[in-house]
């Protein structure tokens, strides 16, 4: 089955880095565009990221300059590099891709908290 596990959360200063991965299983991954995903306490989830199938990269208003999107096609991972950090970057981040065949199922990784505070 898809399998999407997050690693790299943390808590960080604000101004200060943070590298997170999503390796997947299950799925080939050089076909499937992935995602990152933001979710504060309360609030759905808001699409932080994106990275096509050739790398094409999209971001959200609040995030762009300073976060990066990429993808590693030989170890099926989806890296987030973000820097500049700010206490409002503070919420559970989420690995996401879609089904192929079925556009409107969505498969989950467990999600990485990332605290970024003094």
């Known amino acids: 089955q898809v399998q999407l596990v997050e690693s790299g959360g943390g808590l960080v200063q604000p101004g200060g880095s943070l590298r997170l991965s999503c390796a997947a299983s299950?799925?080939?991954?050089?076909?499937?565009?992935m995602n990152w995903y933001r979710q504060t306490l309360g609030t759905q989830r808001d699409l932080v990221a994106s990275?096509?199938?050739?790398?094409?990269?999209t971001y959200g208003d609040s995030v762009g300059g300073r976060f990066t999107i990429s993808r590693d096609n030989a170890k099926n991972t989806v890296y987030l590099q973000m820097d500049s950090l700010k206490p409002e970057d503070t919420g559970v981040y989420y690995c996401?891709?879609?089904?192929?065949?079925?556009?409107?199922?969505?498969?989950w990784g467990q999600g990485t908290q990332v605290t970024v505070s003094s």
């Open positions: 996401e891709t879609k089904s192929l065949s079925h556009s409107w199922i969505s498969y």
């Open positions: 990275v096509s199938i050739d790398s094409q990269t």
């Open positions: 299950g799925i080939l991954f050089r076909a499937y565009a």
